[in-house]
């Protein structure tokens, strides 16, 4: 499975962007999406995940409210709409993909067994 993450750019803080996310996979819909961030220096952190059809959303306590995680299946891609962008946000974004096992987690890079390239979000303040 290949991931390309795409729709990085700078924006303004209060300011919105969407990442996509395209998979090269005929079983897209098996599995679970997720979206991690990491700055240099810091370990990668969970933003959001997605589970196979869609129903179920998870999110970081700090995009809460103001991220949205979504998946279209006919087109094997998966979004991240980011609004109220603050400079906290500035990082490169990754989505990955996880065949999910059952007891791991969603917030752990261990768990998911694909990943894009990332992608750069900058927020200026």
């Known amino acids: 499975v290949q991931l390309q993450a795409f729709g990085g750019g700078l924006v303004q803080a209060g300011g919105s962007l969407r990442l996509s996310c395209a998979a090269s996979?005929?079983?897209?819909?098996?599995?679970?999406m997720g979206w991690f961030r990491q700055v240099p220096g810091k370990e990668r952190e969970f933003v959001a995940g997605?589970?196979?059809?869609?129903?179920?959303?998870y999110y970081a306590d700090s995009v809460k409210g103001r991220f949205t995680i979504s998946r279209d299946n006919a087109k094997n891609t998966v979004y991240l709409q980011m609004s109220s962008l603050k400079p906290e946000d500035t990082a490169v974004y990754y989505c990955?993909?996880?065949?999910?096992?059952?007891?791991?987690?969603?917030?752990?890079?261990?768990?998911?067994?694909?990943w894009g390239q990332g992608t750069l979000v900058t927020v200026s303040s």
């Open positions: 990955a993909a996880a065949r999910l096992p059952i007891g791991s987690s969603i917030r752990s890079t261990t768990t998911y067994d694909y």
């Open positions: 996979t005929r079983t897209f819909s098996s599995y679970f």
């Open positions: 997605i589970s196979w059809s869609g129903n179920n959303t």
